[in-house]
């Protein structure tokens, strides 16, 4: 049997881990990213939920304090804005908020789809934190997620995007109350929405070829 990569192991610890701390906070009726933004010491939940994901995922855990050898470190990492800020985001390819209420698999339901926000790196930290309050106050679609630091190689060029999500593609007047709203927090600019089935098909917008659904 082959051995297992520890820094592969270490990724996939890490968004594990962070996943679960974000539930975890949630539960509690917190989010993390206003801990952080606001500089709240959440240290005592932090080593909670740590216990937990190493009492569940013994080897994940391990190969984390492989990679950063002690717990204070992730903890003075994600208090220093990884996960929460994009450009200080580097063991994950994204950061994801759903709206309340809605279930975390709801973004792969073929019926899904997205409005597709490309920025600039040095704007990505002010458009991300404005789509996601907007989505924490249900304001928005189901879901949203954007491209972090950490290097891609799928990504095509240096932009980084932000995905809104919405329930139905076919709801046209929802997917377009939702277009509304972007334009509201400053997105003017025509951008495109395309759905799932098309991503789940793995199309991608290339010369010649279009793949958005709509376009406002």
Same mark, same amino acid.
């Given at each position: 049997?082959?051995?297992?990569? *520890? &820094? +592969?192991?270490? %990724?996939?610890?890490? !968004? ?87 279930? *975390? &698999? +709801?973004?792969? %339901?073929?019926?899904? !789809? ?84 098309e991503t789940f098909a793995? &199309? ?13």
């Amino acid at each position: 049997m082959a051995e297992v990569d *520890p &820094e +592969a192991l270490a %990724d996939v610890g890490y !968004g594990i881990f962070e996943h679960l701390l974000n539930k975890g906070l949630r539960a509690q009726g917190k989010y993390l990213y206003a801990l952080v933004e606001q500089g709240v010491n959440f240290n005592p939940e932090f080593e909670v939920i740590f216990g937990q994901f190493a009492a569940e995922y013994p080897q994940l855990a391990g190969a984390l304090i492989g990679r950063f050898e002690e717990m204070d470190t992730i903890y003075g990492m994600i208090r220093a804005g990884e996960g929460v800020i994009p450009s200080k985001t580097t063991q994950m390819y994204w950061i994801v908020q759903d709206a309340p209420d809605s279930p *975390p &698999e +709801a973004i792969e %339901d073929e019926n899904a !789809g997205k409005w597709l926000i490309f920025q600039e790196p040095d704007q990505v930290d002010v458009s991300w934190k404005k789509v996601r309050d907007a989505t924490v106050e249900g304001t928005l679609g189901i879901s949203t997620k954007v491209s972090t630091a950490k290097p891609n190689p799928e990504s095509r060029d240096n932009r980084k995007v932000i995905y809104v999500y919405t329930k139905d593609w076919a709801d046209e007047a929802d997917v377009m109350r939702v277009r509304q709203k972007l334009k509201d927090l400053g997105f003017v600019d025509r951008i495109g929405y395309k759905r799932n089935i098309e991503t789940f098909a793995g &199309e991608y917008a290339k010369k010649g070829k279009r793949v958005t659904y709509y376009s406002a």
